[in-house]
Structures are given as structure tokens and as C-alpha cells.
């Protein structure tokens, strides 16, 4: 195990993500954690290299939705798979001082006991987070996440959610840190001469019944139809086939081809980076979207819809007391909701100007831990002893034991090179296709005979 990496040689951060918006989360959040943001970087004391690697999955991204994610700092080229346990053993190998675990929170929770359990002389620093807007298993996913170092909060409001829970269980509440959405940013809104651009910010799994999103596409369609010299869009986050952080078994490019009387010419389905499309919306609607998070920012115009309920289950219930609750039947009269101050400051929007702030308590926390002479053993809430019913079944997933230790005939390091690694990498690819076609295309069709 090489030691922990001096003040002359490079800081080296892995990031570790599961599907493509937790790795843009997590690269950007390493980025702003130890260069500052792309606008105002922070004075390096030496030079960083961020490693990315992708937790083998049914959500890990394929190229073309890595490529869409925009610039994160990383080369995608240079971007790997692996299984947790590989994971393990590059971290044990390669030395880095700083890791970001861009994770569901059950695989995070795998993680941090598969760290504890290599016991190496100098550990690296563990951050961990949200990719947006927490709605929904706020304990669950937060005791999850418990045992990092840092445990970022993208708000003040989520900061105060997040030690609430903590300190409720008698859990240690001192990795909560607030910060913001790292992918904030882009200029701000100005409307342009001749152009009118409303985009529709679609999720993969909210809602989720066919009767539901066929009924908020025809509507958006009608939006378009009733507004001729109108640009609608409806932004799509993946291609039928394609998973990200959660699974869309009804996508809306198969419901538009059903649509009766198809699709007028000033409506279009786009795909690509989120932040070029802002760079033309005038209009921004969506049920929960964290684009909503990513357009205020902008100060774009921004309506929640609430025509099917304002509920949890959606997670439209988030922006209760924004402001920015709204139907159709309003927008297609030409209304536009307007944003509550205090609401928009306790988000982490950072509409006022404090983005480039935001991240100074998170870096100094980070800086800190790596200046400690040695970091404590990592303390989960979750043990054996206290969670034996739930751990073991979180961490057999990853094929790990009780102990955090690889199960017996777990993957081990990959072979490089040679015939016996162009076979074995043969094989693992065939494999990995084969899942993800039964996950993605055949699981799904199952599940919805079995409603029939």
C-alpha cells in the first residue's frame, strides 16, 4: 500500500457512480471539492487527478450517455467499469486520497464497510451525497449513507433534515455539511427577440403509469398545437434501451408514436446535455425534476405541474410553499408562476449570487482530513450487531460478507492484458450485455403482463 500521497505530489480522488447523473454529481462534486468550480478555480497547492470508475450495474451509463453529460473534468475515455469488489482492490492498490462514492445509498453503505474492512495504514477521505432533490426514504437512504466522512447536503433546508435524522437515532450528525448542486450554473436568463422555447423536463420513473404520462405528453402536445409560433420540447434523459438513475419502463418516445394525430412541426423530442438546453428555455415544466433546481438558478420561468396531484409519490410535494405550483390549463393561458424568495434561499438555487460560496465549508472540511496525521476507522451506523436483519442482505448484493470482506468465489482483480484477459474481458462484456437485456427490455415486459 503506497503511503498517503505527500504535499508535493498529486492529490488523487476516485469517484465511484452507478448510473449517469450520479457520475456527473459525483465528478463535479470532486472537481469543486479540490480545484473549485470551473469559473473560479481555487489555488492548487498541487495538482489533482480524478480517477472515474462505474459500479457494473442495470443503470451504468453507455458511452453516448456519458458523452451527453457535458464537461466534467474527467476523460470519458479513461472511465472504467468494475464490480465492488475491484473497486475495493483499486483502492487498496492505487493509494488515492480522497473518494466520492456517487451511489444509491444501499451500494454506498456496501462500501464503506468493504473499505473498513481493508484496514489500510492511511484511508482515504469519504464523501458521499445526493444527486438532487430529496423526496422520498430520507432515513433510509441517510442511514445508509452514514460512515462517510463528509455526507454533503445540496441545502441549507436538506442540511437540517439530514442532522435531524442523525442525531434522532443517536447517530453522529458531524459529516453533514452543507454545499449546493454542483452542476448549478450557466448564464442567466434573457429573454431573446423571436424566440419562445417551452421545455418539458421529463423523468424516467415519476409518473409512472402509462395512463399518466400518455395523458402529460397529449397535454404538452396540445400546449403546442394551441401555441403555433410556440418552440415546445420535451427533453428526454435517455433512449429507449438505456437506464440512468432510475428505471423508465414507459418511455415517451414509444407513447408520442401511439399519439393520435401525431406530432405538430413546432414540437420536438431532444436528448444531450442539460445545461445547453436551458441555454435556449424560456419556459421551464416539469413534475419534480431537479432541472427545476438547475433553471431557477438561471432564473428561468419555472411552473411545477400539479395536474396529476400534488403528492409525495410524485415528489412534487418538494416544492410546497416555491410558489411555482401550476397546471397546464394555467400555462396554456399563457400564466407563469413566480418564485418565493425565502423558499429559493433555503434550497441551495443560490439565485442571488452565493454559487461560488458554496462549496468553501465543504473544501475546508475535505482539506482538513486530509491534513490529519491519521483519519479514524470508519463507523457506519449501520453493524452486524445493530442491523443484522438488513446489513447482510445490503452487502451479499455486492458480494461482500457480514464483515464488509469479498465473499468466498467473488470476482477478483481483473487480468490485464494477454489472451486469458482478452478472454476473460470477452466474456464479462457478452455477460454484462445479457443482463442488462434482461433488465431493461425483458423485466419490464414481465412486469407488465403480470398487471394485465
Same mark, same amino acid.
Given at each position: ?5 505527500? %504535499? ?15 457520475? %456527473? ?11 473549485? +468550480? ?13 480517477? =472515474? $470508475? ?40 492505487? =493509494?488515492?486520497?480522497?473518494?466520492? !462514492? ?26 458521499? =451525497? ?6 422520498? %426514504?430520507?432515513?433510509?437512504?441517510? $442511514? ?44 442567466? #436568463?434573457?429573454?431573446?427577440? &423571436? ?37 415546445? !420540447?420535451? %427533453?428526454?434523459? +435517455?433512449?429507449?434501451?438505456? #437506464?440512468?438513475? #432510475?428505471?423508465?419502463? $414507459? ?45 431557477? #438558478? ?23 410553499? +416555491? ?16 418564485? /418565493?424568495?425565502?423558499?429559493?434561499? &433555503? ?19 475535505? /482539506? ?6 491519521? !483519519? ?11 442491523? +443484522? ?12 460478507? *457480514?464483515?464488509?470482506? *469479498? ?17 476473460? /474481458? ?27
Amino acid at each position: 500500500m503506497p503511503p498517503r500521497t505527500s %504535499k508535493t505530489t498529486a492529490l488523487r480522488v476516485a469517484v465511484l457512480a452507478d448510473s449517469d447523473t450520479r457520475w %456527473k454529481w459525483g465528478a463535479l462534486t470532486a472537481r469543486r471539492l479540490t480545484t473549485g +468550480s470551473p469559473d473560479a478555480p481555487r489555488a492548487a497547492e498541487r495538482p489533482v487527478e480524478i480517477s =472515474g $470508475l462505474l459500479l457494473r450495474g442495470r443503470a451504468t451509463p453507455t458511452a453516448r450517455q456519458l458523452a451527453e453529460v457535458g464537461d466534467v473534468g474527467v476523460d470519458t475515455g479513461r472511465v472504467r467499469e468494475v464490480t465492488a469488489v475491484e473497486f475495493l482492490h483499486t483502492v487498496r492498490d492505487e =493509494g488515492y486520497d480522497v473518494v466520492v !462514492l456517487a451511489l444509491v445509498g444501499g451500494a454506498v453503505q456496501a462500501m464503506l464497510h468493504g473499505l473498513a474492512a481493508l484496514r489500510l495504514p492511511a484511508r482515504p477521505v469519504v464523501v458521499t =451525497g445526493y444527486v438532487g432533490v430529496v423526496y422520498e %426514504k430520507l432515513a433510509d437512504g441517510l $442511514l445508509l449513507r452514514h460512515g462517510a466522512d463528509v455526507v454533503l447536503a445540496n441545502s441549507r433546508h436538506d442540511a437540517e433534515r439530514f442532522r435531524a435524522v442523525y442525531e434522532g437515532v443517536g447517530a453522529d450528525a458531524s459529516a453533514v455539511t452543507e454545499a449546493a448542486l454542483p452542476f448549478l450554473g450557466g448564464a442567466p #436568463h434573457r429573454p431573446q427577440e &423571436g424566440r419562445d422555447t417551452v421545455v418539458f423536463a421529463a423523468q424516467p420513473s415519476v409518473p409512472a403509469s402509462r395512463a399518466d404520462r400518455t395523458y402529460l405528453l397529449r397535454r404538452l402536445v396540445e400546449h403546442a398545437r394551441l401555441h403555433p409560433n410556440r418552440e415546445v !420540447l420535451l %427533453k428526454l434523459r +435517455s433512449k429507449p434501451g438505456e #437506464h440512468t438513475t #432510475h428505471i423508465e419502463e $414507459l418511455p415517451y418516445q414509444r407513447l408520442a408514436e401511439k399519439l393520435p394525430g401525431g406530432l405538430p412541426p413546432n414540437f420536438r423530442l431532444v436528448y444531450g446535455h442539460m445545461g445547453e438546453v436551458l441555454d435556449r428555455t424560456d419556459l421551464l415544466v416539469t413534475v419534480s425534476s431537479t432541472a427545476a433546481l438547475e433553471s431557477l #438558478h438561471r432564473r428561468i420561468p419555472t411552473a411545477i405541474l400539479s395536474d396529476l396531484g400534488v403528492r409525495e409519490a410524485l415528489g412534487n410535494h418538494h416544492f410546497i410553499g +416555491s410558489g411555482l405550483l401550476t397546471s397546464w390549463d394555467r400555462l396554456d393561458g399563457g400564466s407563469h408562476p413566480e418564485p /418565493d424568495e425565502t423558499w429559493l434561499a &433555503g434550497q441551495g438555487v443560490a439565485a442571488d449570487g452565493t454559487y461560488d460560496t458554496a462549496y468553501e465549508t465543504a473544501r475546508a472540511r475535505v /482539506d482538513a482530513l486530509l491534513a490529519a496525521s491519521r !483519519l479514524p476507522d470508519l463507523a457506519p451506523y449501520y453493524t452486524p450487531a445493530t442491523a +443484522s436483519g438488513y446489513l447482510p442482505g445490503i452487502l451479499a448484493r455486492h458480494h461482500l460478507a *457480514p464483515d464488509g470482506h *469479498p465473499l468466498p468465489g467473488a470476482a477478483a482483480p481483473r487480468e490485464t492484458g494477454g489472451v486469458r484477459g482478452a478472454v476473460r /474481458d470477452a466474456v464479462r462484456g457478452a455477460a454484462r450485455g445479457a443482463y442488462r437485456q434482461g433488465v431493461q427490455r425483458v423485466a419490464p415486459v414481465i412486469r407488465r403482463m403480470g398487471e394485465l
